[in-house]
Structures are given as C-alpha cells and as structure tokens.
C-alpha cells in the first residue's frame, strides 16, 4: 500500500484489479470468491453487465449538471425511490453516512421542538459527526468530543418505552451488520413502530446494509415489523459507486429551502446507474434470490457447527449473515481471504459473510467448505 495513504484502515496486503459476478481476482493473478464486495456495496456482484452498460451509456453525456438544474436520470431515480414510502420525497447524496446526516437534519427541520434522538446500543450508522453520534461503539468516538449531545442508546427491546412527546426521531438499523449481525426481533419492531406512531416521533429506519432486497425485501423493515417514516439507503443502491438516498413520507413536509445540499449528490452517473440497479432487482427477482441463496448458507453453516465447536452462533437474515466465534473474527478473516474466500469481521467475534446476487449455491458450498477446512486446524 502507498505510503501516502493513511493507515486508517488496516492493510488486506493484496490489490483486487478486476472481478466478474461473484469472483475477483489480484494483482497477481488469483482468484477469490467474493463475500465481502466491497463493504456490501457491489450488491450485484462485479461488472454485471446491464450496470456496466448503464455506466458507459451515462459517461458519454454529462456527469454532473447540478442540482439546480432538472436531470432526467435524477428524476427517474427520485421516482422510483419514492414509491419505497407513502408520497415519498428523496434526497440523493453520495454515501450512507451522508444519507443518515439528511435523516438527522430532516428530523430537527421536522420535529423543532423536540430535543430527544434515540438509536440502539450496538448501533452502526456511519463515521461523520452526526452518524457517528447515532453508532454506539465507543471504539469509533470517545476520542472525538464534538458529538451530538443529545443521542441516548437502549437495547432495542427497551426502546418503546423511552419514546416520549420530546423524542425527535428513532434511529435503528432492521438488522444490525456492523455491530455483530443481530436482526431485530419484529415482535420489538412493531412496539418501536406503535410507540413512534403514538408520540410522534420519526422513525428512521438505516436500510444502507439491509435494504434494496439483501435482506429478501425491497426494505428489510417490513421483515421486522418497522414501519418507518424515513429510509435511508446507500452501498448497493448504485452498484457500488458512491450514492446515497433518504426518504421520507411526503406528507411530513420538507427541507426548508437551501437548508440542505451536496455538489455531487444524483449526479449523472450514479442516478443512471441506481435507476437500473433498481430495475434489475425487480427483472431479476434477486429478493426472493436473497432468501434462497441466504437459507442455503445459514442451513450449510449450522451443519458445520455441529462439527466446529468453535462456532457458538449461525444468525442472518438475506444475504447479511454472521457466525458467531470463540477466537478473534479478524484471524479468521484473514485465514479465510489466504483460503481464497473474503469476508469481513463484524465486531471482534463474528466473522461476517455479504455475499451478493451474483453468488450461486455452488458459490455457497464452496464457501463453506473453505470455512470448514479452516475450522478443522481451530
Ligand atoms: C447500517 C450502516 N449505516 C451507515 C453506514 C455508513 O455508510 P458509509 O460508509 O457509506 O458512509 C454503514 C456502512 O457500513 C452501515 O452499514
């Protein structure tokens, strides 16, 4: 890795050149089965055609005309993505953390008088000032004492019961990725809706891992008894180029004018990229997809930990799924990228596999059976 970049984040120590559907491959000519993709970004694998298609078709007109001005590819998308909630508004950013900021404004815009914001312990909503004030893991902010003071965590299960007439917004992820791969139990999520509802309080569902069909729906909250006011999207919504989306119920009202905005927010390129990206989710029926390919990993991993005890706990729902295991998550991830399959940690202890629509149930025995062979020398 250059010298010049930061350290952030912690080298793989091999360069990904060039992939196709559920493989990619390094600079020096291997293969791996890829799930990892990209952080969960390439939803529909690498290089799908249809997307590239869509790419190459938008690069040759304009690529970013601004905001101000109408953009046919903008609009298009808007549309569609208004359909996700009742007369649906939406503002496109470029990223998740940039469409959970949207989501925190709009609820001070919307809710003025109200001081409360409430997220879940174990909550992962991005990195920048004010997603970073909704995640929990005090790793990522004690050092940065500039957060919003005014964000209380609960365990989902205990959240109904702190919404009063001052909670602003309720921020909750319909399954946590980031924090350990937990889905909500949709008994809790119709308590958190029912209360939100009665006291007014928005309810801001993070669909930037779980929705756009991963899940094995459009939006995961429907799986979980959530019945949000506001949606936040990003990762798969274009592919894996940079995009991000909040919507909100149309008739909740909007951004007073200029209180809000972003350069490159629906640009040309990811717009027209994201509208086929949503029209192949429908075309190819990559939700029930998710739960097929999803079903047949959860079933393959929990006939290895009868074997390994080393697993404790197979969880998932979809494509986001997590292993639960007795030694450090990141050894095993490293493990696993030298045995040709990549994934990614989700905290210290479970190993998180994202695999995309690409994957096939080949693809998912090959990947168990590389996790096998590796829990054998543990
Ligand atoms: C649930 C959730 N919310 C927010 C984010 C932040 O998204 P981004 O990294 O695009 O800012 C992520 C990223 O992993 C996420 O998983």
């Not at 905005?261 to 190819?284: F, H, M, R």
Request: proline residues 4%.
């Amino acid at each position: 890795m250059p010298d010049a970049l930061s350290s952030l984040y912690g080298g793989r120590g091999i360069s990904l050149v060039s992939g196709r559907g559920s493989r990619v491959t390094d600079s020096e000519g291997r293969e791996y089965l890829d799930f990892f993709n990209g952080h969960g970004a390439a939803l529909f694998g690498h290089a799908d055609e249809t997307l590239v298609g869509a790419l190459v078709g938008a690069a040759g007109k304009i690529w970013s005309p601004g905001a101000g001005f109408d953009s046919p590819a903008r609009m298009e998308l808007a549309d569609i993505l208004s359909g996700f909630l009742e007369g649906g508004r939406v503002f496109i950013s470029n990223s998740g953390a940039e469409a959970i900021e949207a989501a925190l404004k709009l609820a001070v815009a919307l809710r003025p008088k109200r001081s409360r914001i409430l997220a879940c312990r174990r909550a992962f909503h991005g990195r920048t000032c004010g997603a970073l004030s909704l995640t929990f893991n005090p790793k990522y902010k004690t050092m940065f004492k500039i957060l919003l003071p005014n964000v209380e965590h609960y365990n989902p299960g205990e959240l109904a019961e702190r919404i009063d007439d001052d909670t602003a917004a309720v921020f909750i992820e319909p399954a946590q990725g980031e924090g350990g791969v937990y889905p909500l139990d949709p008994e809790v999520g119709r308590e958190i809706s029912g209360a939100c509802e009665k006291r007014g309080a928005l309810l801001v569902a993070d669909e930037i891992q779980t929705g756009l069909g991963r899940c094995g729906a459009m939006l995961a909250s429907e799986l979980v008894g959530l019945r949000p006011d506001v949606v936040c999207l990003a990762k798969g919504l274009a592919g894996g180029l940079p995009i991000g989306a909040t919507i909100w119920k149309g008739a909740l009202g909007d951004f007073p004018s200029h209180t809000h905005g972003s350069t490159y927010g629906g640009n040309d390129i990811s717009a027209s990229v994201g509208v086929a990206a949503l029209k192949l989710i429908k075309e190819k029926n990559y939700t029930a997809h998710a739960v097929k390919i999803g079903g047949e990993l959860r079933s393959a991993l929990s006939a290895l930990k009868e074997e390994a005890p080393v697993i404790k706990e197979v969880r998932g729902i979809g494509l986001l799924n997590g292993v639960e295991v007795e030694v450090p998550s990141l050894d095993l991830v490293k493990s696993l990228q030298k045995g040709g399959l990549l994934c990614l940690a989700a905290g210290p202890r479970v190993v998180r596999f994202l695999p995309s629509f690409a994957a096939s149930s080949e693809d998912v025995s090959e990947a168990v059976s590389i996790f096998g062979n590796l829990l054998n020398f543990h």
